[in-house]
């Protein structure tokens, strides 16, 4: 059977007052530059509690690679699928998951939920709440009792088509949150759930304390890139050194000479760098033959990466492959109390890089 495909317009027509929906083809230019995936299991975000996982686990749900279809393959439940799904004839009027968020807490300004594969058993619809709870296991234990009454809409109750990507930007929620109940109403399948937004950190007391100032749970948004054919600009600024080529940055083969690549990546805060690192982690065949790293100060902007006020902070470096490549203070340039707002990191001539660490002090 054909699946309908609504346009824009009948989307925009069905859609609750307040709530701006994204065309599939816009979620990544909408949000992936100014904001981070809130839920995603790469910061460690995770499934709490859930009312029902009968056909396909809830955490499934926070993946970051994109949903695969198996057909065919069936389990001792049934067909597989990718992602979180329920039993049929929910008497209840909506299943649920708890999702602790990969940061200390974040404010959301979009969601999406993909239904990639899931087509007949998709969910109809779904809304997402959230709540401010800080505390570590006993406020994740104290969200998920039966009783709890501290959610807060975060997007109202919304269709959801089969087989396909759908996204609404909540700019209207402004506060932060610690933890969000994805809703479907009544039942059914949903692969993927994404959580855009910022994080907000929780800054040491001492400002001369040094930090990761680009980490993605500090606030580190990588904001453009040359190119990221492989391997998506927001990997550099996640956690720990991944598990393969998969979760890092990687560019196209040039076949230009004098070809470079680039990402700027915007600081959680303002701040004087101390240290660099450069991990190319898994990248052993295919690691920039070298790099240069220069800082701006652009608070309140989006710099060109041809802006005349980039400042070299680490000349030009060769790279080796498979290793976290470190360059203290004393190998770095105009870095003495010059604070910086944004980052450029250039490889030459192109790439694979796992991370991208800048650690300093806040300005």
């Given at each position: 059977?054909?699946?309908?495909?609504?346009?824009?317009?009948?989307?925009?027509?069905?859609?609750?007052?307040?709530?701006?929906?994204?065309?599939?083809?816009?979620?990544?230019?909408?949000?992936?530059?100014?904001?981070?995936?809130?839920?995603?299991?790469?910061?460690?975000?995770?499934?709490?509690?859930?009312?029902?996982?009968?056909?396909?686990?809830?955490?499934?749900?926070?993946?970051?690679?994109?949903?695969?279809?198996?057909?065919?393959?069936?389990?001792?439940?049934?067909?597989?699928?990718?992602?979180?799904?329920?039993?049929?004839?929910?008497?209840?009027?909506?299943?649920?998951?708890?999702?602790?968020?990969?940061?200390?807490?974040?404010?959301?300004?979009?969601?999406?939920?993909?239904?990639?594969?899931?087509?007949?058993?998709?969910?109809?619809?779904?809304?997402?709440?959230?709540?401010?709870?800080?505390?570590?296991?006993?406020?994740?234990?104290?969200?998920?009792?039966?009783?709890?009454?501290?959610?807060?809409?975060?997007?109202?109750?919304?269709?959801?088509?089969?087989?396909?990507?759908?996204?609404?930007?909540?700019?209207g929620?402004?506060?932060?949150y610690?933890?969000?109940?994805?809703?479907?109403?009544?039942?059914?399948?949903?692969?993927?759930?994404?959580?855009?937004?910022?994080?907000?950190?929780?800054?040491?007391?001492?400002?001369?304390?040094?930090?990761?100032?680009?980490?993605?749970?500090?606030?580190?948004?990588?904001?453009?890139c040359?190119?990221?054919?492989?391997?998506?600009?927001?990997?550099?600024?996640?956690?720990?050194?991944?598990?393969?080529?998969?979760d890092?940055?990687?560019?196209?083969?040039?076949?230009?000479?004098?070809?470079?690549?680039?990402?700027?990546?915007?600081?959680?805060?303002?701040?004087?760098?101390?240290?660099?690192?450069?991990?190319?982690a898994?990248?052993?065949?295919?690691?920039?033959?070298?790099?240069?790293?220069?800082?701006?100060?652009a608070?309140?902007?989006?710099?060109?990466?041809?802006?005349?006020?980039?400042?070299?902070?680490?000349?030009?470096?060769?790279?080796?492959?498979?290793?976290?490549?470190?360059?203290?203070?004393e190998?770095?340039?105009?870095?003495?109390?010059?604070?910086?707002?944004?980052?450029?990191?250039?490889?030459?001539?192109?790439?694979?890089?796992?991370?991208?660490?800048?650690?300093?002090?806040?300005?």
């Amino acid at each position: 059977m054909d699946v309908q495909i609504l346009s824009p317009e009948v989307i925009q027509d069905i859609q609750p007052n307040g709530i701006e929906p994204i065309h599939p083809d816009e979620i990544a230019s909408t949000f992936s530059s100014n904001y981070i995936d809130l839920v995603s299991s790469a910061l460690s975000s995770r499934v709490l509690s859930t009312s029902d996982e009968w056909f396909a686990p809830a955490s499934a749900l926070l993946t970051p690679k994109n949903p695969i279809r198996r057909p065919g393959v069936y389990v001792h439940s049934g067909a597989w699928f990718d992602g979180w799904e329920t039993r049929r004839h929910n008497p209840e009027p909506f299943d649920w998951v708890i999702i602790r968020l990969g940061v200390a807490s974040g404010k959301v300004r979009g969601v999406e939920i993909d239904t990639a594969f899931f087509d007949g058993n998709h969910a109809p619809a779904v809304g997402v709440e959230g709540c401010f709870m800080p505390g570590g296991m006993e406020a994740d234990q104290k969200v998920v009792e039966r009783g709890f009454a501290g959610w807060e809409e975060v997007l109202e109750k919304v269709e959801c088509g089969a087989s396909r990507r759908q996204a609404w930007k909540v700019e209207g929620v402004g506060k932060a949150y610690t933890h969000v109940r994805l809703c479907m109403f009544p039942d059914g399948g949903i692969a993927r759930f994404r959580l855009y937004g910022t994080a907000v950190p929780v800054w040491p007391e001492a400002r001369a304390e040094v930090v990761e100032l680009s980490a993605a749970v500090m606030g580190g948004v990588a904001v453009s890139c040359s190119d990221q054919h492989f391997g998506g600009k927001e990997n550099l600024l996640l956690p720990g050194r991944g598990v393969d080529m998969g979760d890092g940055w990687e560019t196209r083969r040039s076949r230009e000479q004098g070809h470079v690549d680039w990402a700027i990546v915007r600081l959680g805060a303002m701040g004087v760098v101390e240290r660099l690192v450069i991990d190319t982690a898994h990248f052993r065949g295919n690691f920039p033959q070298a790099v240069r790293v220069e800082g701006i100060d652009a608070e309140g902007e989006t710099p060109a990466v041809d802006d005349a006020r980039w400042v070299e902070v680490l000349g030009l470096q060769k790279l080796g492959p498979d290793h976290e490549h470190v360059y203290g203070k004393e190998g770095l340039r105009h870095v003495d109390e010059k604070a910086y707002t944004h980052m450029k990191m250039t490889i030459i001539p192109d790439g694979g890089v796992k991370r991208f660490r800048v650690f300093g002090r806040r300005a």
